[in-house]
């Protein structure tokens, strides 16, 4: 049973920074892509960065701002968000994918981020 456990949200001013962790029970090297994704209050859940082989993709709203990473011998996956806006408030999800044998989605419980004006 994966566990992902999301930790390092909390209450920022705006132009702020928080690191967000996510910490996953085993080896996250067998997962092949790891991500953070986002949902705000009355809105679908969004990408917000992920991270697979090698490679990094953003969505538009958070690039130059936000930089996901991984440590492989933590086994942890962070998200460091710096310059927040208040539009970033959003409730922030740990995602990890595998993609063979079948497709295969991990959740963590999500942490909130709130930025205030």
């Known amino acids: 049973q994966v566990q992902l456990v999301e930790s390092g949200g909390g209450l920022v001013q705006a132009g702020g920074s928080l690191r967000l962790s996510c910490a996953a029970s085993?080896?996250?090297?067998?997962?092949?892509?790891l991500g953070w994704y986002r949902q705000a209050p009355g809105k679908q859940r969004e990408l917000v960065a992920v991270?697979?082989?090698?490679?990094?993709n953003y969505a538009d709203s958070v690039k130059g701002r936000f930089t996901i990473s991984r440590d492989n011998a933590q086994n942890t996956v962070y998200l460091q968000m710096n310059s927040l806006k208040p539009e970033d408030t959003a409730v922030y999800y740990c995602?990890?994918?595998?993609?063979?044998?079948?497709?295969?989605?991990?959740w963590g419980q999500g942490t909130q981020v709130t930025v205030s004006s």
């Open positions: 085993g080896n996250i090297l067998r997962f092949n892509v």
């Open positions: 995602n990890a994918k595998l993609l063979f044998p079948r497709v295969a989605d991990y």
């Open positions: 991270i697979s082989a090698g490679s990094w």
